[in-house]
């Protein structure tokens, strides 16, 4: 995909499974393996499980369909693409929710990015050690307090500044087409090994079975978010994607491929992360740093543990970068096609913004640890904003948006590619598409915010 077009042409993927694996590249990532074991830790296991699916399917897929339309109909950035299809009113403005959004993700999702750099380089030396628990904790701590992990995220944020200034997209394509499978199979492997500790039963027990009575407010906002986050929805992110997709993509069937991939990732990376869990003593309450606590465990236990630890973490790191150069790509487009500037500079820009944000992240486990707004840190803050709020609201527009204010036959002549197939279930995507993804989003916040 010719992404480094610095004359702004827009560029197609050059085939359909390298579209798909793109997309589902940007879905993959630190969302599942990091993100989603330490959500559904704090929020009762199983009840997380079941609403965070139960949104991807009834939520997840119907809005990537919308976003998918959108931009391949359009072939332009989230706010050309909502301005195109209204020229008559402000719904473009949503395109600033999206920026802001990326903007905030970039910042935090760095840093952990930047942890899995700094794991990767320690197994590869023989440095990280993790033969007790306390060992194991006290190493983590040293690692992400101070100034280290700041050199760590800039390293990181560097790569990706690389990979977007310097037009390897493709390389960086390919290499995900072969990544990403392998990435699969090793968690597979990983999972099969979860089946041998003593605390697999417990482990899964947590993870699938539901408690109804844990449902909390807090616990639906939390799947919520997770579900747009993982899914890389309601920013224009899947939009941008799309309108590099080619006419002969089937977008119903891309949109369930890519929501069936993501959680079954995610369902993995559970397996493998609750039975150590329960098996080594660990609170699945931890939080952010639950998973880069355990996975170690699990790989010291490994013959030639060091040298999967290595491997695993190297592929972490690339199925970050491929998130994060999807989600720089939407103020990136932003920039080159509504401010006409040069792919350079904004580059440039959006990644010393990047910086900025993930240099406060980054220090939010030392030296500003103290400083909190509303009790949270720059970096639970920064996720909290992103996630739970920025997408829903992003995903709510465009959902209303698809649903109501755009043609019909526009939304049908994209899913069906002008009728050379057939989309049976266009009347029930539009009646989720206006009544119940709005309805539930709003819900879920009133909800959240006490009023029902
Ligand atoms: N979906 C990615 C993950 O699960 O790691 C994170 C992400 C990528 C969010 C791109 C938003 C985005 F635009």
Redesign the pocket.
Known sequence: MGLSADNNERAVFATKFGAVATTVG???????IW?FPYEAGIHGGGAFMICYLAFVFMIGIPLLCAEFCIGRGTRSNIFGAYRKLRPDRNWHFAGYIGILA?IL?LSF?SVVAGWTIEYCLSSLFGQLDFSDTQTGHGQFVNLTTGWRPVIWTFVFLMCNFIILIGGVTKGIERASNILMPLFFILLAAFCINSFTLPGFKEGVTFLFKPDFSKISPSVLLGALGQAF????LG?G?MMTYASYFNKDNRLGKTAVTTAVL?SSVAILAGIVIFPAVFSFGISPEAGPTLVFEVLPYIFSRFPGGAAWSTLFFLLLFLA?LT??V??SE?SITYFCEEKRWSRKKATVVSSAIGAVGGLLCALSFGPLNHLKISGMTFFDMFDYLSSNICLPIGGMICSIFTGWLINKRFVKDELTDNGKHRFRLLSLLLFFLRWICPAAIFLIFLNSIGII
């Open positions: 940007s879905a993959v990532g630190l969302g599942n993100r990326s993700i999702y986050f993982s899914l890389s920013l992110c993501d970050s998130s994060t999807s989600m939407i």
